[in-house]
């Protein structure tokens, strides 16, 4: 006996089922009923520029015009035209790029394939917390909650991990305290450095609730210079940070010449597409080592040098000012006795604290949810909530959106 109402799987059970998002404009998402909420969340912290984006709209749509799909075997000129766009918002020692991907998965191994072969070395190091998503190597690789051992059944990776750049205990100087400033993870590099292929950092470490920390350009700097030191390359995975942050990269603004930089997410506006931008040395795999059938599509690639030559916009720049100045003004001071938060550019932590302590995490997810019948959604990450807006949110909706959230937050503190 069969049903002719087809099921959701167990893994694409909705978890706002109560909600179908059915339009979206901007910032803005709405339901069939016609109501709307702000989203401070980007939605899966992937649309830099929000929803519809109609600049984004119409290249992707002139592409779908244009042709579907062309395969390797042939030369796509449109690839090299995004990247010669991409080139210039990341260091300049980034020479090499792959974008035959659709994830960020699948950039993290190929970063780790070509670092593997120029070393001839095995091991990864990467840090307890972070989230590099959900193929079988990655998920060794990543130090964020318990590995599935019956998933990763017969398969085995060569990973050490450092602590977490984050300590909850405010009561010291971050800069002082050896897991936050980088001093333990570079001791690390100087004794496993003959076993070591490459470190693999993520600077923002959203999924653990990090947000960058208070001392994460001083672990990435200390990190990278041991990198250097020892001559191990050193990759960061920029997909959480990429445009949201001043410079577009953390390696740009805290003047840090990675290996290999990760990207993913935002870089093609929300379209499914990575990048591997590496230098020169790393340049060294070959065809059908680290690509995709539909690595690169070409509505993801046209996507991409929208997404780009929107970030070069000095209107835009302008406005990215403007939204940063409109967070420093709403957020709770870092020191803030009931929240308090961090973060860089549009990549914010509210951190809510109960009795000075980070609070319950179940506490902060009854925040989020009172926040999205309040017309904001924005996920909670632990004992914070994130707050990572699309560029597109006007700063009097960004304002609105925060108010709202500081009212929820002091009503739940009433009751």
Not at 192 to 206: R, S
Not at 276 to 293: K, V
Request: hydrophobic share 40%; with cysteine.
């Amino acid at each position: 006996m069969t049903s002719d109402d087809p099921r959701l799987s167990r893994n694409t059970i909705p978890r706002r089922g109560t909600i179908s998002v059915v339009g979206g404009d901007g910032a803005v998402i709405r339901d069939a009923a016609g109501r709307e909420w702000l989203d401070l969340s980007s939605q899966t912290v992937n649309l830099l520029f929000g929803q519809s984006h109609p600049f984004i709209t119409e290249r992707v749509i002139g592409q779908l015009r244009d042709y579907t799909f062309v395969d390797q075997d042939f030369d796509c000129p449109r690839d090299r035209m995004a990247i010669k766009r991409l080139q210039p918002l990341l260091p300049p020692n980034l020479t090499s790029f792959n974008i035959r991907m659709c994830n960020g998965s699948d950039a993290v191994e190929c970063a780790v394939k070509q670092a593997r072969r120029a070393t001839g070395r095995s091991r990864v190091l990467t840090v307890d917390g972070i989230y590099l998503g959900q193929t079988t190597q990655v998920i060794h690789f990543r130090g964020l909650g318990e590995r599935p051992s019956d998933i990763l059944r017969g398969s085995t990776e060569d990973v050490l991990f450092a602590p977490t750049p984050y300590c909850d205990d405010h009561g010291h100087d971050p800069l002082e305290c050896p897991a936050e400033n980088g001093e333990i993870t570079a001791e690390l590099i100087a004794r496993h450095h003959l076993e070591l292929a490459c470190v693999l950092v993520d600077p923002v470490l959203l999924s653990k609730g990090v947000f960058l920390g208070r001392a994460m350009s001083a672990f990435v700097t200390t990190v990278a210079a041991a990198c250097r030191e020892y001559g191990v390359p050193l990759v960061l995975d920029e997909c959480q940070s990429f445009g949201w942050v001043p410079e577009n990269t953390l390696s740009t603004l805290w003047q840090v010449r990675p290996d290999a930089l990760v990207l993913a997410k935002g870089v093609a506006g929300g379209f499914p597409l990575s990048v591997c931008a590496t230098t020169a040395e790393l340049d060294n795999l070959n065809w059908g080592e680290a690509d995709y059938t539909n690595g690169g599509h070409p509505v993801a690639v046209s996507a991409m040098d929208a997404t780009c030559e929107l970030l070069a916009d000095p209107a835009q720049q302008r406005d990215f000012g403007e939204l940063c100045s409109v967070l420093d003004e709403h957020l709770p001071p870092e020191g803030g006795a009931h929240a308090r938060s961090r973060g860089i550019g549009m990549v914010r932590a509210w951190e809510i604290l109960s009795d000075g302590v980070p609070a319950d995490p179940a506490y902060v997810r009854h925040i989020s949810d009172a926040c999205l019948d309040a017309g904001v959604y924005v996920r909670p990450y632990g004992s914070a909530l994130g707050i990572k807006p699309p560029r597109s949110i006007t700063a009097d909706q960004l304002a609105k959106a925060l108010h709202t959230i500081g009212r929820v937050v002091d009503e739940a503190r009433g009751h």
